[in-house]
């Protein structure tokens, strides 16, 4: 079974300014994909990037980030220029290829706050 | 939006009620789920249906009875639940394939007294 762990329960960060999440996984698998995904207080979650595990080179949008090192089994998420509309609780996912339903698998949360 | 609609936002209920929690998407995936979001915990799969036919029971109590009438819709009949189930229920669907993202509805806040 695959486990997520997101070790910083609460982060906050002044505007303008860069921070990272970090988000660790555990599995056997060769071949999965990693996602990001943000829930601000509206509740609904809405992706924010994803990672490949076959491509070496990190995933960017906009301004948000990944650093994944496979060997490590870690992805963590750099969110530059931040800004106030960044608020919400940031769940990593980690998802396995094959026969079936396509399982996401999440950690606990980051909730950041985005100070002015 | 996300294209991915619940209803209702809120339901409160008492242990011996039965009520059902709707799903609604027109997006033309194949795939739905049910997760649990409870306070400090990470998000809880509990069912999967691809193309109407559950495939995933998380090992979820038979007090959560799940129904998928169609592509489209998803519903989580709830009865005799505990307040322990108290929490936030989140609906998403997916196209197939593994490229694809989850989308996911704003959730109904369910609280068991």
């Known amino acids: 079974a695959q486990t997520v762990t997101q070790s910083q329960p609460e982060m906050s960060v002044q505007e303008a300014e860069t921070v990272t999440l970090s988000c660790t996984y555990d599995t056997s698998e060769n071949n999965y994909y990693l996602f990001w995904y943000k829930q601000p207080p509206s509740r609904q979650m809405i992706l924010v990037i994803r990672q490949e595990a076959y491509k070496q080179q990190n995933a960017t949008e906009n301004r948000f980030s990944v650093n994944f090192q496979k060997a490590a089994k870690s992805f963590s998420l750099k969110i530059s220029d931040s800004q106030l509309g960044d608020t919400a609780m940031y769940f990593c996912?980690?998802?396995?290829?094959?026969?079936?339903?396509?399982?996401?698998?999440f950690g606990k949360g980051t909730k950041l706050s985005v100070i002015p | 939006e996300t294209g991915v609609t619940q209803t209702p936002r809120h339901l409160v209920m008492g242990m011996t009620n039965k009520k059902s929690l709707k799903c609604e998407q027109h997006l033309g995936h194949n795939a739905m789920y049910w997760y649990k979001q409870s306070a400090k915990k990470p998000l809880e799969l509990m069912f999967v249906y691809n193309f109407k036919e559950q495939t995933e029971n998380n090992s979820v109590p038979s007090r959560f009875s799940p129904e998928c009438p169609n592509s489209s819709h998803l519903f989580l009949h709830l009865h005799t639940l505990q307040p322990e189930d108290s929490a936030l229920y989140l609906c998403a669907s997916r196209a197939q394939g593994p490229n694809t993202e989850a989308f996911f509805g704003q959730g109904t806040r369910l609280t068991v007294v």
């Open positions: 996912a980690f998802m396995k290829l094959g026969a079936g339903s396509y399982q996401l698998t």
